[in-house]
């Protein structure tokens, strides 16, 4: 049996707790919460061990689920390291680059399984991609929010950005050259809203707008790349690929242009969307990569390089205030 902690039971960690009960062969040994009335609430209604001190819940779990506030991230997780305790942790990695310099290096010393929580990688509208050669060129990138006080504790980098930072970083695998950014802070005294363009080496452009004080949402990313066009709807389970001269094939719609370079097929695809829940699928795949020794499907470096470049992009917002 998989015992798991779970660090963290507010609006998300209810979620958390409510997804591990589903998973087979798991059973949650306590949680941690210091908020008294929300932890009473939550003892009663899910009847699971609530435990004042972290680290007598800390001896009780094979692995941590770490939903606490960002400030507590570091915290909890270096608790856990250092106990030899596998960890989940819910994005961003860590408050400060510090702190999540300090987490890689303990992850490593401890030699544990860690994951972060970019939960978007297991969206469904992404996975049906799998098995497509994705080489963007260029990527166009909308997350719109309506504005919620609850998320106001980080930058809308750090809350909804940071989702498609890590996405991109997956997809490209070069280094970023340069960033340009701006941002203004509106109902919040962080960012709100930004536009970001980040350059990579290998000449791929990322052009990213994200906002928390919107009056619809929006989760949208389209890729460019040779001979293809792939739009991705985060929001909506929607994916949309466009090819030149794809092979035949009788799920994709074809019709001929003709072009100076003479007749091509264009072919419209709409690939199999799964309905599916993603955070259930990401703590899957933290349990099954802890069982089967495997490498988790967002390393703590993930999470790192993703807090990097966010960060990198807050720097720049405010060397322009």
Same mark, same amino acid.
């Given at each position: ?191 709100d809203i930004a536009n970001v363009r980040i350059e990579f080496d ?34 909506? +389970? #929607? %994916?949309?690929? @466009? ?5 035949? =094939?009788? $799920? ?10 003479? +007749? #091509? %097929?264009?072919? @419209? ?5 799964? =309905?599916? $829940? ?44």
């Amino acid at each position: 049996m998989f015992r798991i902690a779970v660090f963290g039971v507010g609006h998300l960690g209810k979620f958390h707790l409510n997804n591990w009960k589903e998973i087979e062969d798991v059973k949650i040994v306590g949680f941690y919460d210091p908020d008294e009335n929300n932890a009473k609430q939550v003892n009663e209604k899910y009847g699971i061990p609530h435990f004042n001190n972290p680290e007598e819940l800390l001896d009780e779990c094979d692995a941590v689920d770490i939903v606490a506030p960002t400030i507590k991230h570091f915290e909890l997780c270096s608790l856990a390291l250092r106990k030899g305790k596998h960890v989940f942790v819910e994005k961003p990695l860590a408050n400060t680059m510090d702190e999540a310099r300090a987490l890689v290096k303990l992850a490593k010393e401890s030699n544990v399984k860690f994951q972060v929580g970019h939960v978007e990688r297991f969206n469904p509208a992404f996975m049906a991609l799998n098995g497509n050669i994705l080489q963007p060129m260029f990527i166009e990138v909308h997350r719109l929010a309506q504005f919620n006080p609850r998320g106001t504790d980080v930058s809308v980098i750090l809350d909804l950005m940071i989702h498609d930072i890590d996405i991109i970083l997956s997809l490209v695998k070069s280094n970023v050259s340069h960033i340009s950014a701006n941002g203004v802070a509106v109902m919040s005294n962080t960012p709100d809203i930004a536009n970001v363009r980040i350059e990579f080496d290998n000449g791929c452009v990322a052009n990213l707008t994200s906002s928390r004080i919107s009056m619809k949402k929006m989760r949208k990313m389209r890729l460019f790349q040779k001979d293809a066009y792939i739009s991705i709807d985060f929001l909506n +389970k #929607k %994916t949309e690929i @466009i090819r030149l001269d794809a092979p035949g =094939d009788k $799920n994709v719609f074809t019709f001929d242009i003709d072009t100076n370079n003479g +007749k #091509k %097929t264009i072919a @419209i695809a709409h690939p199999d969307v799964q =309905d599916s $829940n993603a955070i259930k699928m990401e703590l899957e795949a933290f349990k099954n990569s802890i069982i089967n020794n495997q490498v988790t499907p967002v390393t703590v470096f993930d999470g790192f390089s993703a807090m990097e470049v966010a960060h990198q992009i807050l720097n720049k917002i405010n060397s322009n205030q």
